[in-house]
């Protein structure tokens, strides 16, 4: 036989159990006696069997009603926690936010956002995954990611995009002679080693075109496929590189910092965009945290315009 009683039903049994008396429950519950007395009836008529004998010495439980009694406090603690559940789900701190984030701003730009946002909801679950702009571009308009942080050029019809434009720089030897100029232009880096990343790279491409615009060919001597590497092998002394705003300050921080950062013109942006899936809705928790990321993007965006633009003649 299934059964038909409800959650209330089940609550006062449970009261009845504890307290060992209708009276006591009825008082606990604020409801009356004979409410209670009804509840019983009625739950036992959903059950089947008797739950309760009464004698002098008060009500006693049968022995089907002590199973029963096991069963209903699981019942009642698992209604509890999907309370529990719903509450958060709706307050936005409940289940886990993946947010994924292209390499380069992912060891840096990333964890101090986590920290600003779990410093203001601490219950909140996060993860965070990095892989490449074209991957992340793939999996966040499937759903499989929140939301992510890409290159923008890696972009695909089905994200909803918020782009940001990081004014990159020059890393140079500290010991080069350019190391000391307030400006290089293309013309100053004729005869020099240049790394770039590799040829299709969104950064090589506008650095060959400013090449060309200036009448000169770019000719790389080294390729990579990570600003830090590119930031690494300058510090070595091997060569100079255009290096995003976030990997300059960190390599800047640095004990062991063997380069400085030189502005460059024409001034040259890394394109990247905070995505979302434009059919699958954010949740709760992805909304709340949005701004946290679009904060942090945005002030990238101003300090590194602000340290390395360069206004043409």
């Not at 790279?201 to 000169?216: D, E, N, V, W, Y």
């Amino acid at each position: 036989m299934k059964l038909r009683h409800n959650l209330r039903q089940l609550q006062i049994f449970q009261e009845v159990v504890r307290t060992g008396s209708l009276s006591q429950a009825a008082r606990r519950l604020g409801l009356t006696q004979p409410a209670v007395s009804t509840a019983i009836a009625n739950l036992e008529s959903d059950v089947g069997f008797l739950l309760f004998r009464r004698n002098h010495y008060g009500t006693q439980l049968t022995p089907e009603a002590v199973h029963l009694a096991e069963g209903v406090d699981k019942v009642l603690a698992s209604v509890g926690h999907l309370d529990e559940l719903t509450d958060g789900l709706r307050d936005g701190h409940a289940g886990k936010l993946t947010v994924a984030s292209m390499p380069g701003l992912s060891p840096t730009v990333m964890p101090r956002v986590m920290s600003r946002y779990l410093a203001d909801f601490p219950r909140s679950r996060l993860s965070l995954q990095t892989f490449s702009s074209r991957k992340i571009a793939e999996w966040v308009a499937e759903g499989q990611f929140d939301l992510g942080v890409i290159e923008a050029d890696a972009a695909v019809e089905e994200l909803v995009l918020e782009e940001y434009q990081l004014c990159m720089a020059l890393a140079v030897p500290v010991m080069h002679p350019l190391a000391q100029r307030e400006v290089l232009f293309p013309q100053d880096l004729a005869g020099e080693t240049i790394i770039t990343l590799d040829q299709h790279h969104q950064s090589t491409l506008k650095l060959a075109r400013a090449f060309q615009q200036a009448g000169m060919t770019l000719q790389a001597s080294i390729e990579t496929h990570l600003f830090p590497s590119v930031a690494m092998l300058v510090n070595e002394g091997i060569g100079i590189a255009l290096i995003d705003p976030v990997t300059a300050e960190a390599m800047l921080a640095r004990r062991d910092c063997q380069l400085r950062v030189v502005p460059f013109a024409p001034t040259i942006n890394l394109d990247v965009a905070l995505v979302t899936s434009r059919f699958h809705p954010v949740s709760r928790q992805g909304q709340r945290f949005m701004p946290y990321l679009t904060a942090e993007l945005a002030a990238w965006q101003q300090r590194s315009k602000e340290r390395y633009a360069v206004t043409m003649p």
